[in-house]
């Protein structure tokens, strides 16, 4: 691979990484940049050339899931809620399987993170700190945390409560 093409490459993973909310959006507005715009490089790019622009989408919907499930961003303008952090958590799962990328690792961090934040907002609603930020149904967070590998059971117990009417 030329200097070149590694430069630009390296470009279009760096803009995935900073992208909105579908980095994968990114990712095929990237492909067709690179490959196929009149305006841009018109690349020959093979699959190996891929990989760090599908990295780049990885980590991206890495950081915005755990923006979701980190308590200190509850009342920030970039917050947006278990819902959001549930359809963000199935967009990677399918495009690391469509791949076979390895995400084990971010599954554990976000199980944790999960978990620390159920039960700091279960603490905080429940000693009238604040009222619950959870915007989804406890059957949308099961389904979270049965995509994680965690059951029911391993939710904590008045997490339910916080999911009512929703």
């Known amino acids: 691979m030329t200097d070149n093409k590694k430069n630009i ?3 279009e993973a760096f803009l995935i990484l900073h992208s909105g909310e579908v980095p994968e959006v990114a990712y095929y507005g990237s492909i067709h ?3 196929e715009d009149p305006e841009g490089p018109l690349l020959n790019i093979g699959l190996l050339d891929l990989i760090s622009l599908e990295e780049a989408v990885v980590q991206r919907y890495r950081t915005i899931i755990l923006r979701d499930v980190t308590s200190g961003n509850r009342d920030r303008s970039i917050y947006r809620g278990l819902k959001r952090c549930a359809a963000n ?3 990677l799962v399918n495009f690391s399987d469509k791949r076979s990328i390895d995400i084990s690792s971010i599954r554990k961090e976000v199980i944790e993170a999960l978990k620390d934040f159920l039960s700091q907002e279960i603490m905080d609603v429940s000693s009238g700190k604040r009222k ?3 915007n989804c149904s406890y059957s949308v967070l099961t389904e979270l945390a049965c995509g994680l590998g965690l059951s029911k059971d391993d939710l904590p117990e008045r997490v339910e409560m916080l999911c009512m009417g929703k």
């Open 9 to 11: 490459l390296s470009e």
């Open 33 to 35: 940049y690179l490959t």
């Open 89 to 91: 958590w199935k967009r």
């Open 132 to 134: 619950t930020c959870i």
